[in-house]
């Protein structure tokens, strides 16, 4: 990492382009047609314009054979140029991991102004013979670096080049034919070179996908997997959890997901005489009522023997005539039909209605889950910090207690929730491994996520420019092939799973039929209120 941020430095004092070729003299027998041709089919297998679309050349050069070829090679017009003599301060991530540069140099001076140069970017460097031969002779290690991590082409006023690059897997030199440039991919052996990835262990244990494939990729390409707990040290790939870079075009998109979830409490058991009130929702009970009115009112008008009654008295009568059947004498041919079809509906709606009470007597009821946006904004609290405040969502103090599995809260996850659970689990360093049993067992019981996710990307790997393109590679054969899928399907995981228990394993107390005795209670004053009432009135009446 610190090599590619050593970048900080390359080229500056821009000069626009298209230049005009009237200001450079061709010097005389000088094949500039050749040696552009050299270069431009050189950089364009080096550097394919679909992924490094700027040349960017650094004009250092006062030699007349770069006079001669510059015109030619700005005239082409495959890439967009940009012409420097000098070096800028500033440079956007799209320089490091996308730039392609044409070095024109001519003495060792020159050399020691590109030295900010590392692997970050690919170079060219074009320069005369005699360099070549002083490089190559020197015992200046640093000197020797500098040159070998580009394609140096070498020059000299005869019309001849010679194309060397050094492969720093194999230690070697490699020399391409000018006339017939093919540029070898020199990572398709790399002799044991050690690539490297960041093991943060939390993580790199539950996601053991990513070693693999580290390990995959070393075996096709004779390299050796390592795997680095320190990140002061540098390393070839890391992964990219953080959701600011993910727009980032230095990033690969890779295999998995990574989000951030809403943490909700799980849904609270319901009373138990709520299995009262379940078998129909709410839109079956107002229908039934309305039902029930109707037909009170239209008896209370028509009715022969029933209308004589009190419309309240009418109405228990056709709520008992459901429940049990007919409690009162009725008759008329109107008031006798009409309550017979209410007799036949009432066999099939009580028939139902109990069916439906002793099948959801097997489990506990439960009130509905939090799943939607709309939900979470409706009923979730989070703590008063930045982020749920930028949704709008509702917050309580910072300090205070909610109490166990009540407060909502945000948690970043990979792929799925089970994965997330077990990463969170080894980040807990409390009582050791009772902590994070502790953990899951508190966890399973009073949280999941909500259905809805937040800024949900493919997981991203953060590559050093030198592999990027063979890690690109192996990354999209991944995609292709369904090895992640796989992976992870056929791999043993722990069965955690949330039960609901049931009325079975459940002790019944006072406090579980409180409604049924709030209705006890209430019936039994309302019953003395109302004796108490018509003694009073009955008295009032005989005096």
């Given at each position: 990492?610190?090599?590619?941020?050593?970048?900080l430095?390359?080229?500056?004092?821009?000069?626009?382009?298209?230049v005009?070729?009237?200001?450079?003299?061709?010097a005389?027998?000088?094949?500039?047609?050749?040696?552009?041709h050299?270069?431009?089919?050189?950089?364009r297998?080096v550097c394919?314009?679909?992924?490094?679309?700027?040349?960017?050349?650094?004009?250092?050069?006062h030699?007349?054979?770069m006079?001669?070829?510059?015109?030619?090679?700005?005239s082409?017009?495959t890439y967009?140029k940009?012409?420097?003599?000098?070096?800028?301060?500033?440079i956007?991530?799209?320089d490091?991991?996308?730039?392609?540069?044409?070095?024109l140099?001519?003495?060792?001076?020159?050399?020691e102004?590109?030295n900010?140069?590392?692997?970050?970017?690919?170079?060219?460097?074009?320069?005369?013979?005699w360099i070549h031969?002083?490089?190559?002779?020197?015992?200046?290690?640093?000197l020797?670096?500098?040159?070998?991590?580009?394609?140096q082409v070498?020059?000299?006023?005869?019309?001849?080049?010679?194309i060397?690059r050094w492969?720093?897997?194999?230690?070697?030199?490699?020399?391409?034919d000018?006339y017939?440039?093919?540029?070898?991919d020199?990572?398709r052996?790399?002799y044991?070179?050690?690539?490297?990835?960041?093991?943060?262990?939390?993580i790199?244990?539950v996601?053991?996908f990513?070693?693999?494939?580290?390990?995959?990729v070393?075996?096709?390409?004779?390299a050796?997997?390592?795997?680095?707990?320190?990140?002061?040290?540098?390393?070839?790939?890391?992964?990219?959890?953080?959701?600011?870079?993910?727009?980032?075009?230095w990033?690969?998109?890779t295999?998995?997901?990574?989000?951030?979830?809403?943490n909700?409490?799980?849904?609270?058991?319901k009373p138990?005489?709520?299995?009262l009130?379940?078998p129909?929702?709410?839109?079956?009970?107002?229908?039934?009522?309305?039902?029930v009115?109707?037909m009170a009112?239209?008896?209370?008008k028509?009715?022969?023997?029933l209308?004589r009654?009190?419309?309240?008295?009418?109405?228990?009568?056709l709520?008992?005539?459901?429940?049990?059947?007919?409690?009162?004498t009725?008759?008329?041919t109107?008031e006798?039909?009409?309550?017979?079809?209410?007799?036949?509906?009432?066999?099939?709606?009580i028939?139902s209605?109990?069916s439906?009470?002793i099948?959801?007597?097997s489990?506990?009821r439960y009130?509905?889950e939090?799943?939607t946006l709309?939900?979470i904004?409706?009923?979730?609290?989070f703590?008063d910090y930045d982020?749920?405040?930028?949704?709008?969502?509702?917050?309580y103090?910072?300090?205070?207690?909610?109490?166990f599995?009540l407060?909502?809260?945000?948690e970043?996850g990979?792929?799925?929730?089970?994965?997330?659970m077990?990463?969170?689990?080894?980040?807990?360093?409390?009582?050791q491994?009772y902590?994070?049993?502790?953990y899951?067992?508190y966890?399973?019981?009073?949280?999941?996520?909500a259905?809805?996710?937040?800024?949900?990307?493919?997981?991203?790997?953060?590559?050093l420019?030198?592999?990027?393109?063979?890690?690109?590679?192996?990354?999209?054969?991944?995609?292709?092939?369904?090895?992640?899928?796989y992976y992870y399907?056929?791999?043993?995981?722990?069965?955690?799973?949330?039960?609901?228990n049931k009325?079975?394993?459940?002790?019944v107390?006072?406090?579980d039929?409180?409604?049924?005795?709030?209705?006890?209670?209430?019936?039994?004053l309302?019953?003395i209120?109302?004796?108490?009432?018509?003694?009073?009135?009955?008295?009032e009446?005989?005096?």
């Open positions: 990492m610190l090599r590619v941020m050593s970048v430095k390359v080229f500056g004092v821009l000069v626009v382009v298209p005009s070729v009237c200001f450079f003299l061709t005389p027998n000088i094949n500039a047609t050749f040696y552009a050299t270069l431009l089919e050189l950089h297998q394919p314009v679909a992924k490094y679309r700027n040349l960017v050349i650094l004009w250092l050069s030699d007349t054979v006079d001669a070829v510059l015109p030619h090679i700005i082409e017009d967009t940009t012409v420097s003599r000098a070096v800028i301060l500033n956007t991530n799209d490091i991991y996308h730039s392609c540069n044409l070095l140099i001519d003495s060792l001076n020159d050399l102004t590109v900010s140069l590392q692997e970050s970017v690919k170079a060219i460097y074009f320069y005369p013979k031969e002083m490089v190559k002779s020197t015992a200046n290690e640093s020797l670096q500098l040159v070998r991590f580009g394609y070498v020059y000299d006023h005869s019309n001849t080049i010679a060397y492969n720093k897997y194999s230690n070697q030199t490699t020399t391409i000018p017939k440039i093919a540029v070898p020199e990572t052996d790399m044991g070179y050690n690539l490297t990835m960041f093991f943060y262990e939390p790199s244990s996601m053991t990513d070693a693999y494939f580290l390990e995959l070393c075996s096709k390409r004779n050796t997997a390592i795997q680095m707990a320190n990140s002061s040290h540098p390393c070839d790939i890391f992964s990219a959890i953080g959701f600011q870079y993910m727009y980032r075009s990033l690969l998109h295999f998995g997901t990574t989000f951030i979830a809403v909700v409490p799980r849904a609270k058991p138990i005489v709520s299995v009130i379940d129909f929702d709410k839109y079956v009970w107002i229908t039934y009522l309305l039902l009115l109707a009112v239209t008896i209370s028509f009715g022969e023997i209308g009654c009190r419309f309240v008295e009418i109405v228990l009568e709520v008992m005539t459901c429940l049990a059947g007919p409690s009162r009725y008759g008329g109107f006798n039909r009409l309550l017979t079809m209410f007799c036949l509906m009432g066999i099939v709606l028939s209605y109990q439906l009470i099948s959801f007597m489990i506990v009130g509905p939090i799943n709309e939900e904004h409706e009923q979730c609290l703590e982020e749920p405040r930028s949704f709008g969502f509702k917050t103090p910072n300090g205070t207690q909610l109490g599995g407060g909502c809260s945000f970043k990979r792929d799925n929730e089970l994965l997330t077990m990463m969170t689990a080894n980040i807990i360093h409390i009582r491994d902590g994070k049993e502790d899951i067992r966890r399973l019981a009073k949280y999941r996520f259905n809805v996710k937040m800024f949900e990307y493919p997981m991203c790997f953060m590559v420019p030198r592999v990027r393109d063979l890690f690109l590679f192996y990354i999209r054969a991944v995609f292709e092939s369904g090895i992640y899928e399907n056929n791999k043993s995981t722990p069965a955690w799973f949330y039960k609901r009325f079975a394993n459940e002790v107390k006072v406090k039929l409180m409604l049924l005795w709030y209705a006890y209670v209430c019936g039994t309302l019953s209120v109302c004796l108490v009432l018509e003694n009073v009135v009955h008295k009446s005989k005096e």
